[in-house]
């Protein structure tokens, strides 16, 4: 009986593993296919979409900077990343420490107007931001973005917050508040360290949001030297015909800054997770 | 006691922080919401005040009505595929049984990096007709080729699978950190105890991750509700409105339709009926986590 | 790794004066590149494009503008030119604002949407002051832009949207002599070609627009007839009427007997075309465009044995056989707030991207310009560019729905066919749908 039960749990760990294992290899095939595709021509690509390529040339990618202007949308999008993420992490944090410690009138408000933020499709504030943008004259700007790419990306950034800090012993700011330390102090130095698995996750998110953001790009900036790299992958299609391997080689120009930068997080992540976990 | 005196808001800290901060959220977000909701009791072009005439006409939208069962269907799915696969594998995670826990660990995110429009192209041509590759693999099988996009019956569990597929990730990192923050000596305690992976999770991690549940259900159901960008590259909402979804309506309206007072009174009914969707549900679960 | 609580709370402080100082400088920006005056530098004029034509069957059309810049030096043309899909939905966007560029590109749909609201000027003045100009052009190639007798736009090209292209090699080996002349025959074709194996028409569907522009246009005129569609915009004709139903109900016949690859509304135009082009299909409805796309990509044998044709006649249609649907589609319109020596300097670039010399250049390039081109080398155009030309020459244009309609009813209708294709609506129900939405249009 005991044997027969054993048996049933190691074909279920075993089930379980490969279960996990072909999810993972189909988390990695979009971007092994990605990378190989780059390199076929079109018309290899429209005979078979899945075969590896005969004979791989680089010609997409010596292409794709012939196509609108690659320079300026990389250095856009970059620029958007550095100067918003920072900010969309001290903004959510701060909001997310308030709403999990501190009791205040208008708070369940504000948490409600914050949702909203989540529920809304960006799409139905596009025409109304533009409005406003374009009466307040801010539109066209290198920092036209900022506002927008902060605002929409603080609603769900301050939930993880905001769920995680509640998860923290109150008993951290208790003693940190004997000791005599400042509610800055507290807030920064004490629990922001603690919030590292977290944020982590929060990076990565307003690095996406940011980075793949097309919406917002398209319609609040003109000049083509604020282009950013969302709007120069639309160069690759006409009004009747598209450079398919061209704009694959572009999505992989486009993704491989973004995955390098997960790869580099993600050691991040893991210390970070270990910390958290020696301080509980 | 002196817990309240500690956490309460002082004038400092709220104008140094919660104002300026709130005040930025207020200019770019709910400014541009009161404009949109501004154009929808206007007619189009917003030159006459029609009140809640386009309200009226949406309630009676058979169209309307139609995305929002596609939205809500897919949501079911993504809710058990997102959040329910991320938690198992999470879980798994917190056992010592599952092999190659790095490199696992390390792809499962993989696809949340990949933008939305990225995985919808992707997966559009997994699903073609001719070269796919689940068509190849039907073949091997000697199964006719099935057109996945094609048929109004299975168009929409065909979108959605992209979208679950895509955001695992998402979910199993957030479960990881919440679960990484439940303290090992509670851990070892109902190991010790002899409790099985399944008596583990359900009795001590899940209780222990509540507030982490909640927010990953709002998010997962928010984010869903309002899905555009996935569907947008892979069937536009076709064939016909088979797989139309309310943003994808909103879109259309506003964007190729030029009606842009209906397509604002679209996106304000989607506000107010996910609010009252997540609302509800964060009542359900959430009833005394919230305090 | 982490910043000390100054550090943080000075980026907070950046934030709020970057929030503070976009708005600062971004007005004084405005007033010289915006779409003011431009007084601010009398000598420059200061002059805005919107265009889509990035790829390489623009580079005409980005020519003419740099020639106009190098003989303009007065004029500072700055372009704003993406690809056609966001073009639209920026567009949609600036329009919903009134915020257009001073010159753009826009279908006869997209300025439907913008004359009742006085964003559009009108060329009715200029064209009268320059009679060489204005008679240079083809017959009605302003019907699509014309409302009140005003002219709004000056049409770039003047092209067929519906051409079916054939294989004659894939015809013959199916036992087709020629290309079909009656509906039955046509349809007899279909169920032949099938039989042995090939999909006889290759189309891609997933915008949806494909189908409704370039063969179902075509199709519901050869039922109603223009004067139907004319009745109909006037609003003395309706969806509902039977003609209208016919043709609803004929497109959905073809699509029941299998006339058409299975996967249609799930592909594009790009990859219908490589059906085309690797013999899978013996078929395909596009618009005249497809002939550089042909004579660019497709496989010499398969340039060579492509014949053109329209569709043909069908029983009891009240429509003219020998119409395709047509016209200028695209124009160029300029925004009704230019005045004085901006308005003059647009007008003069409009000029140079559609008189003569520009017609000369593009019908070489094998396009289709929207004048009488006087004198042209032949021998620059491809087989398939004459075939057009003699396949056009004794051909009427008839309406090209997504460019006559408001776009409104263009989505309801163009929707609904893919919907019709899948079986999904009957065509009665679908006509009826259509004509809810075409009486609230006033």
């Given amino acids: 009986m005991k044997k027969h039960t054993s048996l049933t749990v190691k074909l279920g760990y075993a089930g379980t593993n490969l279960m996990v294992f072909l999810f993972s290899l189909s988390a990695l095939f979009p971007i092994v296919w990605m990378l190989y595709t780059s390199l076929k021509t079109n018309k290899e690509f429209s005979l078979s979409t899945m075969s590896i390529p005969s004979s791989p040339t680089l010609v997409n990618y010596v292409n794709a900077f012939n196509i609108g202007n690659i320079g300026s ?70 920092f036209t973005l900022i506002l927008p790419y902060i605002a929409f990306n603080v609603p769900v950034a301050i939930f993880l917050f905001d769920s995680f800090i509640k998860g923290i012993s109150k008993e951290i700011e208790e003693a940190a508040y004997m000791d005599g330390s400042s509610f800055d102090y507290t807030m920064f130095r004490v629990i922001f360290p603690i919030c590292l698995p977290i944020m982590s996750t929060v990076a990565i998110l307003s690095i996406l949001g ?31 015909t598209t450079d398919y391997t061209g704009k694959i080689a572009g999505l992989v120009i486009t993704s491989l800054p973004i995955i390098v930068m997960y790869l580099f997080f993600s050691k991040k992540i893991m210390t970070g997770m270990t910390a958290g976990a020696v301080k509980g | 006691m002196s817990n309240s005196r500690l956490f309460k808001l002082r004038a400092g800290p709220a104008f140094r922080y919660l104002v300026p901060i709130f005040s930025v959220y207020a200019f770019t977000v709910l400014l541009p919401l009161l404009i949109s909701m501004y154009y929808s009791i206007h007619n189009e072009g917003s030159t006459k005040f ?11 939208d058979n169209d309307f009505w139609f995305a929002l069962k596609n939205n809500v269907i897919i949501t079911i799915f993504a809710v058990i595929g997102q959040v329910g696969i991320a938690f198992v594998i999470a879980s798994f995670f917190m056992t010592k049984l599952l092999k190659l826990e790095g490199f696992h660990r390390l792809v499962i995110f993989l696809p949340v990096v990949l933008a939305p429009v990225v995985t919808g192209y992707l997966w559009s041509l997994i699903y073609n007709y001719r070269m796919g590759v689940l068509n190849w693999l039907l073949n091997l099988f000697h199964i006719d080729p099935v057109l996945w996009l ?4 299975y168009v929409l569990y065909s979108v959605s699978v992209p979208l679950v597929w895509q955001y695992i990730g998402l979910y199993f990192i957030i479960f990881l950190a919440g679960m990484q923050n ?13 409790a099985t992976w399944f008596k583990k999770t359900v009795y001590v991690i899940l209780p222990l991750l509540k507030n982490v549940m909640n927010v990953a259900l709002i998010l997962c159901i928010t984010g869903t509700l309002k899905i555009f960008d996935h569907i947008y590259v892979m069937t536009g909402g076709g064939p016909g409105r088979s797989s139309m979804v309310m943003a994808q309506y909103a879109y259309n309206n506003a964007f190729t339709m030029s009606r842009l007072s209906y397509g604002s009174t679209i996106s304000i009914g ?22 | 790794m982490f910043m000390t609580i100054r550090k943080m709370q000075m980026l907070l402080i950046v934030l709020l004066i970057v929030s503070i100082g976009l708005v600062g400088c971004g007005k004084s920006s405005s007033t010289g590149n915006g779409n003011g005056n431009g007084e601010k530098s009398a000598d420059k004029i200061t002059l805005t494009i919107g265009h889509f034509d990035i790829d390489d069957n623009g580079a005409i059309f980005r020519d003419a503008l740099e020639k106009f810049r190098k003989e303009h030096p007065e004029v500072n043309l700055v372009e704003e030119a993406i690809p056609h899909d966001p073009y639209r939905v920026k567009m949609t966007t600036l329009g919903a604002s009134g915020n257009l560029p001073d010159l753009f590109v826009a279908n006869g749909s997209m300025l439907l949407d913008y004359i009742p609201k006085g964003y559009v000027g009108s060329y009715n003045e200029a064209l009268n002051q320059d009679a060489e100009w204005k008679n240079g052009f083809l017959p009605n190639s302003f019907d699509e832009f014309t409302t009140d007798g005003q002219i709004y736009g000056v049409p770039t090209a003047m092209f067929s949207v519906h051409v079916i292209y054939y294989n004659k090699e894939l015809f013959e080996k199916a036992g087709i002599a020629s290309f079909p002349q009656t509906w039955e025959e046509f349809t007899a074709a279909i169920g032949k070609l099938k039989d042995s194996g090939l999909t006889p028409i290759a189309m891609g569907n997933k915008s949806n627009v494909p189908v409704g522009s370039v063969l179902f246009g075509t199709l519901a005129d050869r039922y109603t007839g223009t004067d139907w569609f004319k009745a109909m915009k006037e609003g003395t004709a309706k969806f509902t009427d039977p003609e209208f139903v016919n043709a609803l109900k004929a497109l959905q016949e073809l699509s029941k007997i299998g006339a058409f690859n299975p ?3 799930s592909i594009d135009g790009d990859q219908a075309r490589t059906l085309y082009f690797n013999k899978q299909a013996a078929m395909m409805v596009d618009g005249a465009w497809a002939v550089t796309n042909i004579s660019r990509d497709a496989p010499e044998d398969i340039e060579s044995a492509t014949g053109m044709a329209i569709l043909p006649s069908v029983p009891g249609g009240k429509g003219d056989p020998m119409s395709v649907a047509g016209g200028s589609g695209w124009s160029l319109a300029f925004n009704a707030k230019l005045t004085g020596a901006k308005k003059d300097a647009a007008i003069s670039l409009i000029k140079s991207v559609s008189g003569q010399e520009y017609g000369r250049v593009k019908i070489e390039h094998n396009g289709q310009p929207p004048v009488k081109v006087k004198e042209y080398d032949q021998s620059k155009l491809s087989p398939l560019a004459v075939d057009y030309f003699k396949l056009m020459s004794d051909k009427k244009f008839s309406p090209i729905y997504d460019i006559q309609l408001a776009p409104a009813l263009v989505e309801v209708i163009y929707k609904g066919i893919q919907d019709l294709l899948i079986g999904g609506v009957t065509p009665e129900d679908l006509a009826k749908k259509i004509q809810t939405v075409r009486d609230t249009q006033k």
């Avoid at chain 1, 308030?98 to 948490?111: A, C, D, L, V, Y």
């Avoid at chain 1, 030297?225 to 639309?234: A, G, K, S, V, Y």
């Avoid at chain 2, 005439?53 to 009676?60: E, P, T």
Wanted: aromatic content about 12%.
């Fill in chain 1, 73 to 142: 949308a990389i250095f856009s999008s970059v620029l958007n990343t550095i100067i918003t993420v920072p900010l969309i992490i001290i903004c959510s944090f701060v909001i997310g420490y308030f709403f999990s410690r501190i009791e205040f009138k208008g708070k369940k408000i504000m948490m409600l107007l914050f949702l909203a933020g989540m529920m809304i499709p960006i799409h139905a504030l596009l025409v109304p931001l533009f409005v406003q943008f374009k009466w307040m004259g801010m539109l066209d700007n290198r």
């Fill in chain 1, 210 to 240: 940011t980075w793949n953001e097309f919406s917002f790009a398209l319609v609040l900036n003109k000049s083509s030297e604020l282009f950013t790299l969302p709007i120069w992958l639309t160069f690759f299609s006409g009004q009747h």
């Fill in chain 2, 50 to 60: 029609v009140g809640l005439q386009n309200y009226i006409a949406l309630a009676k």
């Fill in chain 2, 150 to 153: 094609d048929n109004p019956n």
């Fill in chain 2, 182 to 194: 439940i303290s090992k000596e509670v851990l070892e305690a109902s190991e010790i105890d002899g």
């Fill in chain 2, 270 to 291: 989607m506000l107010i009926l996910c609010a009252i969707i997540v609302l509800a549900m964060s009542r359900w679960i959430g009833g005394e986590a919230e305090k």
């Fill in chain 3, 263 to 265: 996967d249609i509304n």
